[in-house]
């Protein structure tokens, strides 16, 4: 019966010593595990901070360019203007008025016909302060800051 122990015995060790060997390397694996999770949430958080950042700053370039090519758009817009006095003769009344031409042009390209406007003059008037109020496309240009906040007012 002797020998059978030692066999039973070995037995028993090689099985004690193989779940002992499994459950240290069970547990050395784990450790790695989370030193490589650990690793990837950073890598992770390393990637997103790094994609929101060219996000935004593809954003800002989108916004810079689009400013850009609008002010570009807008320094090729031009106004086209030409004025005459007409003069109405009926009897012995003679009338002046101040007429006004108008237009827009992109380029060399004309964008609207020409747009008119007609002022009565008085005699004795100033023109250029009259051409200067006449304006439909360029904004008004005023000689008084009081009548300029009136104006923005009526609008």
Known sequence: MNPLWWVAWSGICAIGSGLLIYFVMQSRMEV?????????????AQLAAQKESLEQTIAATQDSTRRQAFDE??????????????EHKALFVTRK???RQERIFFRNIPLTDWVEHEMPIEEGADVDKLLKTMSVFE???????????VRKLLR
């Open 32 to 44: 790695r595990l989370s030193k490589q999770r650990e690793q990837l949430a950073t890598a992770k």
């Open 73 to 86: 758009f807008l320094a090729e817009i031009r106004v086209e203007e030409r004025h005459y006095v007409r």
């Open 97 to 99: 008025s101040m007429v």
């Open 139 to 149: 904004p008004l240009v005023t000689l008084d800051p009081a009548e300029d906040r």
